[in-house]
């Protein structure tokens, strides 16, 4: 089977696997190599607390519109 992707080119499973595999290594090892530019993601033990409604907004505003 061939997938699309972009103007005229098709890729086969295979490729698309390998290109996702690439894609998320090269992803990964960067992230390793920067680990100062990771976003941290505020945690609180469910049964415990919540988190107010602004942390929502503190916190995914940078991510998704930065």
């Known amino acids: 089977m061939h997938l699309g992707r972009g103007k005229g080119r098709t890729e ?3 490729e698309l696997r390998d290109r996702l595999t690439a894609e998320t290594s090269a992803f990964l090892t960067e992230g390793l ?16 607390a919540r988190f107010p409604p602004s942390l929502t ?10």
Request: proline share 14%; aromatic share 14%; glycine share 0%.
């Open 12 to 14: 086969t499973w295979e």
């Open 33 to 48: 190599r920067h680990p100062e530019l990771a976003v941290r993601i505020p945690m609180i033990p469910a049964d415990s």
């Open 57 to 66: 907004i503190a916190f995914w505003d940078p991510v998704l519109f930065d």
